[in-house]
């Protein structure tokens, strides 16, 4: 018998209750995956194994994966595969906004792979992306989830914020200290200087960022990580259970109780971020729609108490 042979596999994590969900089969999620197939499109609940794929697919949401489904890096915790990329496909925005469309989307999340092997990382595409869906469903609120733009950050998120996105997103992932074994090709402070760049351009436009927990991290490097994102103006805070994708993917250093979230969750709003989404089950797009609406409730409320007291001491 070979080494290989009598080797022992690796154990796969068992999940606490908290985090298992049913699998999904209803007709609404049949449909979603029906209509992406039919226009060729890629999206991230498939590619990244999200475990809500299920019930969003169910209420027709979705978050589409543009310029491709190859990434040009091997982060240690992510389940897209990695190689060289193929061409941009030019039909892409159209099938996009096309898809919004006949989905009915209220609010439509769109985010990339890395493409490092494009001049400007890609950034043209997203553009391409929200003028197409500007046009084709006016109404439909867009977010955009981006990758870092590594070494063409400025002039990548200068294009984009002229595009006029709803909300911008770009993710941290996970607190400093464990960047370069999760995260080693990007860099933490450039991207928080990435979303202060959002907020320089066009203040209107609501910044996003999320972590994962169950990684190793400490529980003060997490509330670092809020104070960072502070200071950076960044609104609204995400934060999930890391879980592994596959043995050699990073293994779950602990799974974080429900309980535990809550009290983040409570943390992050007492530092006035304008929305917290803070459960297990958290990812990036979860609710996007719903918490949108609530941000930019809370952002109007805040604005008419201001004018209020301006005319109050005027």
Not at 43 to 66: L, Q, Y
Not at 97 to 120: F, Y
Not at 208 to 229: A, C, F, P, T, Y
Request: with cysteine; hydrophobic share 40%; proline share 6%.
């Amino acid at each position: 018998m070979n080494d290989l042979a009598s080797s022992p596999r690796p154990e796969r994590q068992r999940k606490p209750d908290w985090i298992r969900v049913k699998a999904p089969t209803s007709r609404g999620y049949g449909e979603t995956r029906q209509l992406m197939r039919d226009l060729r499109l890629n999206t991230v609940c498939e590619e990244a194994a999200c475990p809500n794929i299920g019930e969003c697919w169910t209420k027709k949401h979705a978050t589409v994966m543009i310029l491709g489904d190859v990434c040009t890096r091997a982060c240690a915790f992510c389940n897209v595969k990695t190689g060289m990329p193929r061409a941009v496909d030019p039909l892409e925005p159209d099938q996009v906004a096309e898809a919004a469309a006949k989905m009915g989307l209220e609010h439509i999340v769109i985010t990339s792979v890395d493409r490092d092997d494009l001049p400007d990382g890609g950034a043209s595409q997203f553009v391409k992306v929200i003028e197409a869906l500007r046009r084709a469903t006016p109404k439909t609120t867009i977010e955009i989830l981006t990758p870092d733009f590594r070494n063409k950050m400025e002039s990548a998120v200068e294009s984009i914020v002229a595009a006029g996105p709803d909300v911008y997103n770009h993710n941290l992932e996970t607190v400093p200290r464990l960047y370069p074994t999760i995260r080693p090709g990007a860099r933490y402070y450039a991207s928080l200087r990435l979303l202060e760049h959002v907020k320089r351009l066009d203040p209107r436009i609501f910044t996003k960022s999320g972590i994962m927990l169950g990684l190793g991290e400490e529980r003060l490097e997490v509330h670092q990580v809020m104070d960072d994102m502070r200071s950076a103006q960044i609104d609204f805070l995400t934060m999930g259970q890391y879980l592994q994708p596959t043995p050699r993917h990073a293994s779950v250093a602990e799974f974080v109780t429900p309980k535990a979230f809550e009290a983040y969750g409570a943390i992050a709003r007492a530092k006035g971020f304008l929305q917290v989404a803070a459960s297990p089950l958290t990812r990036s797009s979860y609710h996007a729609g719903d918490d949108f609406r609530e941000m930019r409730a809370t952002r109007e409320a805040q604005l008419a108490k201001a004018a209020q007291k301006a005319a109050a001491q005027g």
